[in-house]
């Protein structure tokens, strides 16, 4: 059983930026692919950026230019990288993972099986 926890969410100002950490137990990350997903208030949960198992990215295109993810499978921890944050970029953020070694990923929830509690991000000055 994956579990997921999300790290790093904050308060910052806009064109600031911030580095979401998704820390992995009970399996090792080399092969999930991992998404992270935001969700506002009665809104539906969206997919902001992906990582497949062999290091392929994909990013929505609100983000793109912007966020970067990463993985680092020594500390089992795939990391969203958020520069130029706006305002519209307020929202809970969510990392999940999908066992897979395929080598794309998808970026709608349906494809994720484990999901972290979600971290907080407000762009605000």
């Known amino acids: 059983q994956v579990q997921l926890v999300e790290s790093g969410g904050g308060l910052v100002q806009p064109g600031g930026s911030l580095r979401l950490s998704c820390a992995a137990s009970?399996?090792?990350?080399?092969?999930?692919?991992i998404g992270w997903f935001r969700q506002a208030p009665g809104k539906e949960r969206k997919g902001v950026s992906c990582?497949?198992?062999?290091?392929?990215?994909y990013y929505a295109d609100s983000v793109k230019g912007r966020f970067t993810i990463s993985r680092d499978n020594a500390k089992n921890t795939v990391y969203l990288q958020m520069n130029s944050l706006k305002p519209e970029d307020t929202t809970i953020y969510y990392c999940?993972?999908?066992?897979?070694?395929?080598?794309?990923?998808?970026?709608?929830?349906?494809?994720?099986?484990?999901w972290g509690p979600g971290t907080q991000v407000t762009v605000s000055s």
């Open positions: 999940a993972a999908a066992p897979t070694l395929q080598p794309m990923c998808a970026m709608a929830p349906y494809y994720y099986d484990y």
């Open positions: 009970g399996a090792t990350l080399n092969y999930y692919a």
């Open positions: 990582i497949s198992s062999s290091d392929g990215t």
